[in-house]
Nanobody, 122 residues
């Protein structure tokens, strides 16, 4: 069973930066595409960024382009989300998710982490 564990969340001031980590079991990141999604209170879950298997193509939501970067260290079975120039509207629970590239592209994920809270204060 694939297990995903996020870390790195916390409180940050607007304009600041923070890096989230997603540690996975086994060979997850060499087999599956990985995405970061978020959900703010009272809002629907939102796609943030994804990376293909083995560090393939990357894609970002328009709201985070130019500010967030997804990357992976497959040797350590970890995918990161570097968040720069954070805004209060970025406040949400950020979750790591994985699945086949076809499913992930369509917003479907077979595996989920528990999420990590990111709060951006103004």
């Amino acid at each position: 069973q694939v297990q995903l564990v996020e870390s790195g969340g916390g409180l940050v001031q607007a304009g600041g930066s923070r890096r989230l980590s997603c540690a996975a079991s086994g060979r997850t990141f060499s087999v599956y595409a990985v995405a970061w999604v978020r959900q703010a209170p009272g809002k629907e879950r939102e796609f943030v960024a994804r990376v293909g298997c083995n560090g393939g193509s990357r894609n970002y939501a328009d709201s985070v382009k130019g500010r967030f970067t997804i990357s992976g260290d497959h040797a350590e079975n970890t995918v990161y989300l570097q968040m720069n120039n954070l805004k209060p509207e970025d406040t949400a629970v950020y979750s790591c998710a994985a699945g086949s590239i076809y499913n992930v592209v369509n917003g479907n994920y077979g595996y989920w982490g528990q999420g990590t809270q990111v709060t951006v204060s103004s």
